[in-house]
């Protein structure tokens, strides 16, 4: 199976910071990596798919790079609206894993 | 409007069953996979199990397989994850989703519905 890590698990920072959060994959997965975010009591919402696509409706500031074991996920210029927990996400085979998270808190 | 409505959630004694129902409506069910996704209290996102449009396929994450099952009934554009021997540790917020298999992603999620296993 693949394992997921993403790190850091928890990320203070500042409205207007550049922020990029690094997701592992144990193997090589291509490009297939998504990203999500999630606020607290509510479910995730897909920012980016395979690897670089932003999903529709996504703001600009969101960006993801990378391919085969390693990615990041770039906020160019973090907002207020943008504090909460972060996923990143593979798939390979019809079979999905998740890493286990990143919390942007305010600094 | 594309809609994912949990239902089933509750309390259940360890060793119980459970089954979830998800109602979908706003786009053609049937032509897509779909997903259970778990998150237990305070924790990150467990992907569950996913299933094939007809229902013939369904993939499971390894910790879960023999105890869950997923299946559809694409004529009430209806899914369902059948819990069984539940167990303190499957204690979770459980989402109903939808695959994109292009995405290779979960490209919509249901609000969740909470199971809770305890005596």
């Known amino acids: 199976d693949i394992q997921m890590t993403q790190s850091p698990s928890t990320l203070s920072a500042s409205v207007g910071d550049r922020v990029t959060i690094t997701c592992r994959a144990s193997q090589s997965i291509s490009t297939w990596l998504a990203w999500y975010q999630q606020k607290p009591g509510k479910a995730p919402n897909l920012l980016i798919y395979r690897a670089s696509s932003l999903e529709r409706g996504v703001p600009s500031r969101f960006s993801g790079s990378g391919s085969g074991t390693e990615f990041n996920l770039t906020i160019s210029s973090l907002q207020p609206d943008d504090f909460a927990t972060y996923y990143c996400q593979q798939y390979n085979n019809y079979v999905i894993t998740f890493a286990g998270g990143t919390k942007v808190e305010i600094k | 409007e594309v809609q994912l409505v949990e239902s089933g959630g509750g309390l259940v004694q360890p060793g119980g069953s459970l089954r979830l129902s998800c109602a979908a409506s706003?786009?053609?069910?049937?032509?897509?996979?779909m997903s259970w996704v778990r998150q237990a209290p305070g924790k990150g996102l467990e992907w569950v199990a996913n299933i094939k449009q007809n229902g013939d396929e369904q993939y499971y994450v390894d910790s879960l397989k023999g105890r869950f099952i997923i299946s559809r009934d694409n004529a009430k554009n209806s899914l369902f994850l059948q819990m069984n021997s539940l167990r303190a540790e499957d204690t979770a917020v459980y989402y109903c989703?939808?695959?994109?298999?292009?995405?290779?992603?979960?490209?919509?999620w249901g609000p969740g519905t909470v199971v809770s296993v305890s005596s």
């Open positions: 706003g786009f053609t069910f049937s032509s897509l996979w």
């Open positions: 989703a939808r695959m994109s298999l292009f995405r290779g992603a979960i490209d919509f």
